[in-house]
């Protein structure tokens, strides 16, 4: 959730405290202790913990007053557990009088999370009615995305016009426009209300347009308008077409956007569509519907939905390489080598096929995968994939210790590919084997080749030749090497361990001077815009003005590190990353742009949750940087969510182990989600009981882990990491332990 639940609740209890008792009922709370704990937790960013505290509460209460329950809803609310808000309010007896309207809000909103919404939009009317005047245009922005759910248009269109009235709302008044013309029947008036409108806002025009001509009845040019305003209309286009009894048009519609974008939010709605009213029929529907249920881990649907499209005699290479790969995931690799197999008849697809169904020969440790991956090389050396091959070879060969033929293949990856990334590898991992057999002059050699070849780990070879010269004893070359590669690398992983060798102080940096000015002009009425959309209930509007500030972004470097800053506390922390980076081509050694790229958005949750667990607050932060950039919402191809990103699994099986209510819409509660992440970091430093497996582990799981600790060598770190297997996990160990080392140069006093 991001900053935005903080907004709302924040605007609702600034009003709280204006309000005079002879107008509300406020009881004094029972509990000031449990209440003033909860808002502090809120303002820390953590909102479930709030909720936590206010529920805590109101179970040592037997007859809790209206406060606590209010107040428990509202961080109900902020921890997105809607209905546990709504059960809190609804049919208390004191719920229109209370605070002008405040608790009807709060129900309001809950409603609207569960999906309630033509009630959401009467108990928004109700608060709107009841509230004092700075917060009622802001609640008629809400009740009329209430009504426009609910399908009540003309209510609907009201309540935006009555949200726009008086002007208070300008700066948002374009986005409000966009809103009131897609709920009104008269197409004049919408088009007057849709013109001359400026980005972002101009980008739901086409869909404005057509729900306006779809209300006044011309479904026709609404289909039409749906149809050419791009994938934003493809769905209500699919929807239109099957209410007006076109469902050749609607099966067209939806299938093409399941095999165009499998992977949007509209494919994930439509996918219902196709599940219900319009199932798949042809071979081509089938493997679209596969294509969009894979992305979305439903593998047992998907390999279904291919099925079929092969019994229905779709032998196509690429539907046999989507079986393949389904049948990989599934664990059946036999049935997968057959359909790779299958796909190899076509020439076009043939390498890929071939490829594919050596690498699974790989897995089932099958006697011919040697033969059918350097067949493979032989066959194709200018595929993307040889080096690669080539690689496995080498791997299976040095996983079996047998290092005459794992040599013949890591040498003939470097001869043939000398800059390929899997050639860097294979380098390595000679240059470890010729170090533990004692000759240290042919593993610099290697590491030397690395450099000369402007290899991808060319700075990982320099401090490996610096080891080199300190194994022979040329401590004096040593230190050279390591301090050039300080100096030269000062940010970097390598650099930082080589300032560590040499016995140089951690790195430093000058405290940030503070501007005690206010950030341009520019960026703050930006920043208010984003925030009063979002306290409006149009988070999509809000992340469209974001998108606008990221294709544009300033030349200024103050205006870049506000934007920046103030993005990362509102939760799009990649966002303010990325303008971060952008400062860095302004002012690379400024400590404050450094600061924007190795942000600490919501420091007070992270060392709070880290102290819970007895963690590292500074690796705590920097796992978060290397997970989501601190953006709330983050969601990983893989399907984890949330700051700390978490798998679903994964976060049910913490919350199981610490006795904690979870359900899997919570997950991207920010500081829900960094407790179940802090603890289950705790976990795997407690089980490896070293800081380089342990995040090993948290990116590719403890199995592999467990299976490189048992290597020779394994209990020096650096050669651990080193001999990673894989690349995506290496690297990733690498950064944070580099991140560690910044937020420690960055953060502390």
């Known amino acids: 959730m991001r900053y935005h639940s903080a907004l709302w609740i924040a605007a609702l209890a600034g009003d709280v405290l204006l309000a005079s008792s002879s107008r509300a009922q406020t009881a004094v709370p029972p509990d000031h202790t449990a209440t003033y704990r909860a808002d502090s937790l809120r303002l820390s960013g953590r909102p479930w913990h709030a909720a936590e505290t206010l529920l805590a509460a109101a179970r040592r209460d037997p007859n809790p007053n209206a406060f606590l329950i209010c107040e428990g809803a509202k961080a109900e609310v902020?921890?997105?557990?809607?209905?546990?808000?709504?059960?809190?309010?609804?049919?208390?007896?004191?719920?229109?009088?209370?605070?002008?309207?405040?608790?009807?809000?709060?129900?309001?909103?809950?409603?609207?999370?569960?999906?309630?919404?033509?009630?959401?939009?009467?108990?928004f009317q109700m608060a709107r009615a009841r509230a004092p005047a700075g917060r009622v245009p802001l609640l008629a922005v809400r009740a009329g995305v209430a009504f426009d759910a609910a399908g009540q248009a003309d209510s609907a269109a009201a309540a935006f016009a009555a949200a726009r009235a008086g002007g208070k709302l300008a700066s948002i008044d374009n986005w409000l426009r966009v809103r009131q013309a897609r709920v009104t029947r008269d197409t004049a008036s919408a088009g007057q209300l849709l013109a001359d409108l400026p980005a972002p806002a101009a980008r739901d025009v086409p869909v404005a347009r057509a729900r306006s001509l779809l209300l006044a009845g011309d479904t026709t040019r609404a289909l039409e308008a749906f149809a050419t305003a791009g994938k934003e209309g493809s769905l209500d286009a699919t929807r239109l077409a099957l209410a007006t009894g076109d469902s050749a048009r609607a099966r067209t519609l939806l299938y093409g956007l399941l095999a165009r974008d499998p992977l949007s939010d509209e494919a994930a709605a439509a996918v219902s569509l196709a599940r219900g009213p319009l199932p798949p029929r042809t071979a081509d529907e089938h493997v679209a519907m596969g294509?969009?249920?894979?992305?979305?881990?439903?593998?047992?649907?998907?390999?279904?939905?291919?099925?079929?499209?092969?019994?229905?005699?779709?032998?196509?290479?690429?539907?046999?390489?989507?079986?393949?790969?389904?049948?990989?995931?599934?664990?059946?690799?036999?049935?997968?080598?057959?359909?790779?197999?299958?796909?190899?008849?076509?020439?076009?697809?043939?390498?890929?096929?071939?490829?594919?169904?050596?690498?699974?020969?790989?897995?089932?440790?099958?006697?011919?995968?040697?033969?059918?991956?350097?067949?493979?090389?032989?066959?194709y050396?200018?595929?993307?994939?040889?080096?690669?091959?080539?690689?496995?070879?080498?791997?299976?060969?040095?996983?079996?210790?047998?290092?005459?033929?794992?040599?013949?293949?890591?040498?003939?990856?470097?001869?043939?590919?000398?800059?390929?990334?899997?050639?860097?590898?294979?380098?390595?991992?000679?240059?470890?084997?010729?170090?533990a057999t004692g000759h240290p002059d042919s593993a610099a050699s290697l590491y030397q080749s690395e450099i000369?070849?402007?290899?991808?780990q060319r700075t990982a070879a320099r401090f490996w030749l610096g080891k080199m010269a300190e194994v022979r004893g040329d401590s004096a070359q040593a230190r050279s090497i390591w301090l050039a590669l300080a100096r030269e690398d000062s940010l970097g992983y390598y650099g930082m361990r080589a300032r560590r060798e040499t016995g140089l102080s951690p790195?430093?940096?000058?405290?940030?001077?503070?501007?005690?000015?206010?950030?341009?002009?520019?960026?703050?009425?930006?920043?208010?815009?984003?925030?009063?959309?979002?306290?409006?209930?149009?988070?999509?509007?809000?992340?469209?003005?974001?998108?606008?500030?990221?294709?544009?972004?300033?030349?200024?470097?103050?205006?870049?590190?506000?934007?920046?800053?103030?993005?990362?506390?509102?939760?799009?922390?990649?966002?303010?990353?990325?303008?971060?980076?952008?400062?860095?081509?302004?002012?690379?050694?400024?400590?404050?742009?450094?600061?924007?790229?190795?942000?600490?958005?919501?420091?007070?949750?992270?060392?709070?949750?880290?102290?819970?667990?007895?963690?590292?607050?500074?690796?705590?932060?920097?796992?978060?940087?290397?997970?989501?950039?601190?953006?709330?919402?983050?969601?990983?191809?893989?399907?984890?969510?949330?700051?700390?990103?978490?798998?679903?699994?994964?976060?049910?099986?913490?919350?199981?182990?610490?006795?904690?209510?979870?359900?899997?819409?919570?997950?991207?509660?920010?500081?829900?989600?960094?407790?179940?992440?802090?603890?289950?970091?705790?976990?795997?430093?407690?089980?490896?009981?070293?800081?380089?497996?342990?995040?090993?582990?948290?990116?590719?799981?403890?199995?592999?882990?467990?299976?490189?600790?048992?290597?020779?060598?394994?209990?020096?770190?650096?050669?651990?990491?080193?001999?990673?297997?894989?690349?995506?996990?290496?690297?990733?160990?690498?950064?944070?332990?580099?991140?560690?080392?910044?937020?420690?140069?960055?953060?502390?006093?």
């Open 381 to 435: 050396p200018t595929d993307s994939a040889a080096p690669g091959a080539l690689y496995i070879l080498g791997d299976l060969q040095d996983s079996r210790d047998d290092w005459v033929q794992a040599g013949r293949w890591y040498g003939e990856l470097i001869k043939r590919y000398p800059a390929d990334a899997r050639a860097s590898l294979g380098r390595f991992r000679l240059a470890a084997y010729a170090e």
């Open 291 to 379: 294509r969009a249920l894979n992305r979305r881990t439903s593998l047992r649907d998907a390999r279904i939905h291919v099925e079929r499209a092969l019994r229905a005699r779709d032998s196509s290479a690429a539907t046999l390489l989507l079986y393949g790969e389904l049948l990989v995931s599934s664990g059946r690799l036999r049935d997968a080598v057959r359909a790779f197999a299958a796909a190899a008849r076509d020439s076009a697809a043939r390498p890929l096929a071939t490829y594919r169904r050596a690498r699974v020969l790989v897995r089932l440790g099958d006697s011919t995968a040697v033969t059918a991956l350097s067949g493979f090389v032989e066959r």
């Open 78 to 123: 902020h921890a997105k557990r809607y209905e546990h808000a709504r059960t809190l309010l609804a049919g208390q007896p004191w719920l229109l009088d209370y605070l002008d309207g405040e608790a009807l809000a709060v129900l309001a909103q809950a409603e609207l999370g569960v999906g309630r919404f033509a009630e959401a939009a009467a108990h």
């Open 452 to 456: 000369g070849a402007a290899g991808p």
């Open 507 to 749: 790195l430093a940096f000058a405290a940030p001077v503070l501007a005690a000015t206010p950030p341009p002009a520019d960026v703050a009425a930006g920043l208010a815009r984003i925030d009063t959309l979002l306290l409006a209930g149009l988070d999509s509007a809000a992340q469209a003005e974001v998108r606008i500030v990221l294709a544009h972004p300033s030349a200024d470097i103050n205006a870049l590190l506000a934007w920046s800053e103030g993005l990362g506390a509102r939760g799009y922390g990649s966002a303010g990353v990325r303008l971060g980076w952008q400062a860095a081509l302004l002012a690379p050694g400024d400590t404050r742009v450094l600061r924007a790229i190795f942000p600490w958005p919501n420091r007070a949750a992270v060392e709070a949750e880290a102290q819970e667990f007895g963690v590292d607050a500074l690796l705590l932060a920097a796992l978060v940087r290397q997970e989501s950039v601190f953006d709330v919402e983050a969601l990983s191809p893989a399907g984890a969510r949330g700051l700390a990103q978490l798998l679903p699994s994964t976060a049910s099986l913490m919350a199981r182990g610490l006795d904690v209510a979870f359900y899997p819409e919570w997950i991207t509660v920010p500081d829900l989600n960094l407790h179940l992440g802090a603890a289950h970091l705790a976990e795997l430093l407690k089980r490896f009981g070293r800081v380089d497996a342990a995040i090993a582990a948290y990116n590719a799981g403890p199995v592999p882990v467990r299976r490189w600790l048992e290597r020779a060598g394994a209990a020096d770190p650096d050669r651990f990491i080193e001999l990673i297997p894989y690349p995506e996990t290496r690297g990733y160990v690498r950064s944070l332990l580099r991140n560690r080392e910044l937020y420690r140069a960055l953060y502390e006093p």
